[in-house]
């Protein structure tokens, strides 16, 4: 019997930078004697399908299913992708923003068959604009490359290029929580839980993928607000996780950490004239912050202008932002609203 794997993609009216990316996964060749039955799931974020001319032009060696979350917010569109793919042997996620080259695809699952990971998961290299401020090409903000050896044991892991087999989204779960609706973060979160249940979690340093940088990414305003938001987001998973005054006390030990980190970086930084310890101070610095203002549940919502006109960098302090009614409702059919999941808002 032939394994069967999906490929999933959430977007949101991005149509040229998925028209590349499903372009690149058509072109994956896998060997002959492969028993891998590959298929695409694509969840359009937009309640008006606005991604469907372009899904209809991507035809290729493997077959497209797709769907529509009408809910705003990346996790209810990463849950309904799960939904999709309950059936099968193993899940992909990949961003519409990437292109996967050559090779990819058999990398990742070669590395999933002789790993016997639970998890396989691998590197992204961001492609920058050519006129990119020159501080974009000393920091590791835009590529995740080299930072890890193929083999080791990870604690975490992200959507952006990541195998997860169907054993570890049918026991955990729901996978992606509510409250990161606008702000980033819910893989962070469902990978951590994935880890704290046992399960491996494997680097592929080989399985890399590209990834297209935007100009308004190449800003100094923009990694300082990445850097909070990933502070921010690490510390509410966290206290999601496991809350109790153990925790608190854990993570405001991580951000006084980090702070501190931070001035040690800066200052050898100045001292050896390295561009590199300077830029790791700045996002030490601000990461440290968010996770101070993750404590009082205060986060930057990276992602709300995208679905909505009004704006806003807060959600308040119970999350009531990633709580809304009308959320998607969890993979597992006999499962409740991803809004009714008991950790839906900070004790």
Not at 196 to 202: D, E, L, N, S
Not at 240 to 256: D, E, F, N, Q, T
Request: aromatic share 8%; with cysteine; hydrophobic share 45%.
């Amino acid at each position: 019997m032939s394994i069967s794997v999906a490929i999933a993609v959430i977007t949101f009216r991005r149509p040229d930078l998925l028209r590349d990316l499903l372009a690149s996964l058509q072109a994956q060749e896998l060997p002959s004697d492969s028993d891998f039955a590959v298929r695409i799931v694509v969840v359009d974020n937009d309640a008006e399908g606005s991604a469907a001319e372009v899904i209809a032009e991507a035809e290729g060696r493997y077959p497209i299913e797709t769907a529509i979350e009408p809910e705003p917010g990346i996790p209810f569109a990463r849950e309904k992708s799960v939904q999709l793919a309950w059936n099968d042997d193993a899940l992909i996620f990949v961003d519409d923003d990437e292109v996967a080259p050559p090779g990819w695809l058999a990398t990742l699952l070669g590395a999933w068959e002789k790993t016997r990971a639970d998890v396989v998961t691998g590197p992204v290299q961001g492609i920058l604009p050519a006129d990119a401020p020159a501080w974009n090409h000393y920091s590791d903000v835009h590529s995740s490359v080299g930072k890890h050896a193929t083999g080791d044991l990870l604690n975490k892991a992200y959507t952006n290029n990541t195998l997860v087999a169907q054993r570890v989204y049918h026991d955990v779960k729901p996978a992606f929580h509510p409250a990161f609706r606008y702000t980033g973060s819910s893989d962070l979160h469902f990978f951590l839980r994935v880890n704290q249940a046992g399960y491996r979690i494997v680097w592929c340093e080989e399985a890399r993928i590209q990834e297209d940088v935007p100009a308004s990414r190449t800003t100094l305003r923009w990694l300082f607000r990445r850097a909070f938001r990933s502070g921010s987001g690490d510390t509410i998973s966290r206290l999601l996780i496991r809350p109790g005054a153990a925790s608190y006390l854990k993570v405001l030990a991580y951000a006084l950490a980090r702070i501190a980190s931070a001035f040690v970086y800066g200052l050898g930084g100045l001292v050896t004239f390295r561009k590199t310890y300077l830029l790791k101070a700045v996002r030490r610095f601000f990461s440290g912050i968010g996770s101070l203002a993750g404590i009082v549940g205060i986060n930057h919502d990276e992602y709300r202008e995208r679905h909505r006109a009004d704006g806003g960098d807060a959600v308040s302090g119970d999350l009531a932002g990633g709580a809304g009614a009308g959320s998607a409702e969890l993979a597992d059919p006999e499962g409740a609203p991803v809004a009714d999941h008991p950790d839906a808002r900070l004790p």
